[in-house]
């Protein structure tokens, strides 16, 4: 008996899923530097708990991979400005693993390194 793959394809095609669960991302500016945020691949929900609500803004703990070769902060900190409202009421944060470059003296050879850095900030709406 054959089976009904063109049925089974339009339904995987019409069902909804996690690849668009995000997509609110793209297109989002940081509030007062103007950079783009990126989109799904660098922007991702974060636990609460990694989050310390200040006065002044946001300090934000995430585990950071070993395999870098660079120690990675410990710890951002976020100013409320720059802060955005989230659309699904939790936190997300945006960032990308950027390459940088040192010179070892005395071989004035260059040395890179990378590091994560974060570009935007989204809070639940109703946080001070």
């Not at 922007?43 to 395999?67: F, M, Q």
Request: charged fraction near 25%.
């Amino acid at each position: 008996m054959r089976q009904p793959r063109g049925w089974i394809a339009l339904a995987w095609l019409l069902l909804p899923g996690d690849a668009d669960a995000h997509d609110w991302y793209t297109g989002k500016k940081d509030p007062v530097l103007q950079y783009d945020c990126c989109g799904n691949k660098d922007c991702h929900l974060i636990d609460s708990r990694a989050v310390r609500e200040t006065k002044d803004g946001y300090y934000i703990r995430l585990p950071r991979p070993a395999y870098l070769n660079e120690p990675q902060e410990s710890e951002w900190f976020i100013p409320k400005e720059r802060a955005q409202a989230s659309l699904d009421n939790h936190y997300h944060i945006c960032e990308r693993l950027m390459t940088f470059y040192r010179t070892i003296i005395p071989h004035m050879k260059f040395e890179a390194y990378q590091r994560f850095r974060w570009t935007c900030f989204f809070v639940p709406k109703g946080t001070s």
